[in-house]
T-cell receptor, first 116, second 112 residues
Framework: AQKITQTQPGMFVQEKEAVTLDCTYD???????LFWYKQPSSGEMIFLIY??????QNATEGRYSLNFQKARKSANLVISASQLGDSAMYFC?????????????FGQGTTLQVKP | NAGVTQTPKFQVLKTGQSMTLQCAQD?????MYWYRQDPGMGLRLIYY???????DKGEVPNGYNVSRLNKREFSLRLESAAPSQTSVYFC???????????FGQGTRLTVV
């Protein structure tokens, strides 16, 4: 069954340091997409980065990179050089592609606090 | 470009009342979704629609119904609201399987 797990309810990081937010997933579909979203305290959902199951390289978008380990079924988000504005909740999500239903499910989220 | 528009933004209902949350997107997306967000629970999928004319249950469909009125609009109906349905509701849309979903601003619903 399609499942996403984020085991870190809360994380702290010092400003300018890097931080890794964990995400593991479960699926029997060989073709799937993984997404990370940021939700600041204002409540909007902001898309950060995408990784396809067949992508050969880890995705990167500016200070965000995705550490994709397919065999371990993990898709951890790495934020480099943390900034105070990175303080937010972060969600990992997955969509199975072969089933063609477009069903998109989310993990429980990780709250990140960046300390000055 | 409005993106995904949800109405209303805030609503207070009494137990047993009914209401419909409206969602419209202007990006010509095929897929649309309804989620609820409760503290510590993340976003849980209520219903989704892979394309116009189709709807499917998500993780927590009980107590809700949906209508994919056309390609643009996807509404969520609470027939008899319960306090357990107090939550923030998000609508989202996506172009296809490989594309990110775009979210509305959310509806904060309180059932008393």
């Amino acid at each position: 069954a399609q499942k996403i797990t984020q085991t870190q309810p809360g994380m702290f990081v010092q400003e300018k340091e890097a931080v890794t937010l964990d995400c593991t997933y479960d699926t029997s579909d060989p073709s799937y997409g993984l997404f990370w979203y940021k939700q600041p305290s204002s409540g909007e959902m902001i898309f950060l980065i995408y990784q396809g199951s067949y992508d050969q390289q880890n995705a990167t978008e500016g200070r965000y990179s995705l550490n994709f380990q397919k065999a371990r079924k993990s898709a951890n988000l790495v934020i480099s050089a943390s900034q105070l504005g990175d303080s937010a909740m972060y969600f990992c999500a997955m969509r199975e592609i072969s089933s063609n239903t477009g069903k998109l499910i989310f993990g429980q989220g990780t709250t990140l606090q960046v300390k000055p | 470009n409005a993106g995904v528009t949800q109405t209303p933004k805030f609503q207070v209902l009494k137990t047993g009342q009914s209401m419909t949350l409206q969602c419209a997107q202007d990006m010509n997306h095929n897929s649309m979704y309804w989620y609820r967000q409760d503290p510590g629970m993340g976003l849980r999928l209520i219903y989704y629609s892979a394309s116009e004319g189709t709807t499917d249950k998500g993780e927590v469909p009980n107590g809700y119904n949906v209508s994919r009125l056309n390609k643009r609009e996807f509404s969520l109906r609470l027939e008899s609201a319960a306090p357990s349905q107090t939550s923030v509701y998000f609508c989202a849309s996506a172009e296809g399987a490989f594309a990110e979903a775009f979210f509305g601003q959310g509806t904060r619903l309180t059932v008393v």
